[in-house]
Every structure is written in structure tokens, then in C-alpha cells.
């Protein structure tokens, strides 16, 4: 594994929304969120990088956000899981943008609780993208934004890592270290003039969701993106989106382990 020290190109001026285009990173891109997301960036005229690893679907992104209105869009496809990539990875992304002011962290699989549960190597894989590879990730990134002295560390966690259940546990185990890093990197940085926000969703229509059983009435991702979109712009630490999922999971983490352990959830 390789040691990610961040090395900015140079003093930046201190982050005003006035010196447009934004820069904006986004890992992930292929993401159901992260797409609808990086289209409200692109009709505000962002320039735009885009990680994924899906070549023809990362083209597909970046030519409808071209047509949106996009000021630059590039594109490099990579496998996250691969950490010893990551430094050369964001130092090319940050150098095509000139600069950086939101990363935007999107990357993630659900994996399969069943199999997790019998196939340890499943189960570490989970982790892997989910935390291991982000806190690559975020460690560089968030040293970066320190020494330049401003930028937004946007990353998608999930209301899945506030109470560990049977039917996804490994994968909330993942969101849920992602969630306390997240906490303890705010902490560390926000005084720098680094933000950092956690965004906790719950269940969305995208690819992770499809055929899942009352997947229709799962949030839009239009409607989840926008919400993301206004609290980068606000500053904000902590989104639960849809909202109701603040004080849903507030009655979850309310209730006793000795009830919880019989329930199916
Ligand atoms: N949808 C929900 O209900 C929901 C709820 C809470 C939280 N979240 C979180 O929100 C984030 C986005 O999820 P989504 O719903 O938009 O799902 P999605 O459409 O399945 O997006 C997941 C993204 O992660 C990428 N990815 C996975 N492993 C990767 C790797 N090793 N290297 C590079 N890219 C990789 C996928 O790329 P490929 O196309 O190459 O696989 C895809 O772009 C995830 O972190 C997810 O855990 C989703």
C-alpha cells in the first residue's frame, strides 16, 4: 500500500463561490445519486472529473453533462478498490480541474448479506470498497484540502450504519465506520476551513436498489441529489435525506437490544 501525502500545486485563494466554475471531483460517477448530483453542478457550469469503472457509462455521464451545460468534464476509469492507485489518481484529477472544491464521494456496493454471512472473503470485500478504500480516499483528499485551506468533503454513508440488522449487517458495519471516520475527520479539519458532510440517505431508486422488494416507493434520486446539492452550499455536517429518516432512525436507535434481537429487520 502506498503512503498518500497530499501535495497541492500551489496557494489558492481562499474558497469564495464567486471565482465559478466550481471544481468538482466525483468518485463513484456512475452512481445513481452521484449522476443526478453532478447534473445540477453541471447546469450551474462546473468543471467536472468523474472516476468510475465502467468506460462506456462513465462517456454516457460525461456527454449528458457536457449537453447540461458542464464549463469542462474529464473522465478516468478506475477501480477504487485499487488503494496504491489512489495518489497519482487525485493528483491528476485535482491538476485536470485546476484545483479542487468538492469531492464528492459516491463509491459503494451493498454486496450480498447471505452470502457475507458464509464467505468471509464477501464479507472483507464489502468493507473494502465501502470504508477501507474511502479512507484511502479521504485521507488524502482531506490533506489536501488542509494545506490549501478550504474544500468540501462530501460523502455518501447510509442510515444503514445507525443500528447493525440481520439482513445487511456487513454492509452497515461498513457505513457505520465510514460514518464515525467521517465524524472524527470533521472534527480534525473543520477548524482548518475544511467541511465535511456526511450524507446518510435512505433507501433510493437506483441500481443498487433495483428489484428490491417496494423499491418503487423508494426515494427519487432528483429529489435526494437536490438536497445534497443545497447542504454542500449550506455547510452542513450531517444530511439525513429524505428527512424523515432522521427521526426514523432516532426511534431504531431508541429501541432495546433485548426487543431488537427478536425482531426481523
Ligand atoms: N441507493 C440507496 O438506497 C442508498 C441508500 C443509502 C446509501 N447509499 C450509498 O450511496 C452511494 C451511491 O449509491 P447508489 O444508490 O447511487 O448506487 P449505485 O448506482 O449502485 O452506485 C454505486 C457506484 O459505486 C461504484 N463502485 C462500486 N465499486 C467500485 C469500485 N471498486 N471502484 C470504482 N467505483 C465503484 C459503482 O460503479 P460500477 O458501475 O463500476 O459498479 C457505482 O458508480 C453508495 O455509497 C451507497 O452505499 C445508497
Not at 38 to 61: H, K, M, P, Q, S
Not at 233 to 245: A, N, R
Request: proline residues 4%; hydrophobic residues 45%.
Amino acid at each position: 500500500m502506498s503512503t498518500a501525502t497530499a501535495t497541492p500545486e500551489g496557494a489558492l485563494p481562499h474558497r469564495d463561490l464567486s471565482h465559478t466554475p466550481w471544481r468538482v471531483l466525483v468518485l463513484g460517477a456512475t452512481s445513481g445519486i452521484a449522476e443526478a448530483t453532478a447534473r445540477i453542478w453541471a447546469r450551474e457550469g462546473a468543471n467536472i472529473f468523474l472516476v468510475a469503472r465502467n468506460a462506456d457509462r462513465i462517456n454516457a455521464v460525461a456527454a449528458d453533462l457536457r449537453v447540461r451545460g458542464a464549463a469542462y468534464v474529464e473522465t478516468a476509469v478506475a477501480d477504487l478498490d485499487d488503494i496504491d492507485g489512489h495518489t497519482a489518481l487525485l493528483g491528476r484529477a485535482i491538476t485536470a480541474l485546476g484545483g479542487l472544491d468538492v469531492a464528492y464521494l459516491a463509491v459503494g456496493i451493498l454486496g450480498e448479506q447471505p452470502r457475507a454471512e458464509q464467505d468471509t472473503t464477501h464479507a472483507l470485500h464489502i468493507l473494502h470498497t465501502n470504508l477501507t478504500a474511502p479512507v484511502s480516499l479521504l485521507t488524502w483528499l482531506s490533506n489536501y484540502c488542509v494545506n490549501q485551506g478550504f474544500g468540501t468533503l462530501a460523502v455518501l454513508s447510509s442510515v444503514a450504519g445507525e443500528r447493525g440488522r440481520k439482513s445487511n449487517y456487513v454492509y452497515g458495519a461498513s457505513k457505520a465506520g465510514l460514518t464515525a471516520f467521517l465524524g472524527g475527520l470533521r472534527n480534525r479539519v473543520d477548524r482548518e476551513g475544511v467541511h465535511v458532510l456526511t450524507i446518510k440517505p435512505g433507501p433510493v431508486r437506483t441500481s443498487m436498489t433495483t428489484g428490491m422488494k417496494g423499491s418503487e416507493k423508494f426515494a427519487d434520486p432528483d429529489k435526494v441529489a437536490r438536497e445534497i446539492a443545497r447542504a454542500i452550499d449550506k455547510k452542513q455536517d450531517v444530511l439525513y435525506t429524505p428527512f424523515q429518516w432522521r427521526p426514523i432512525m432516532a426511534v431504531i436507535r431508541a429501541i432495546p437490544e433485548r426487543i431488537f434481537k427478536k425482531l426481523n429487520l
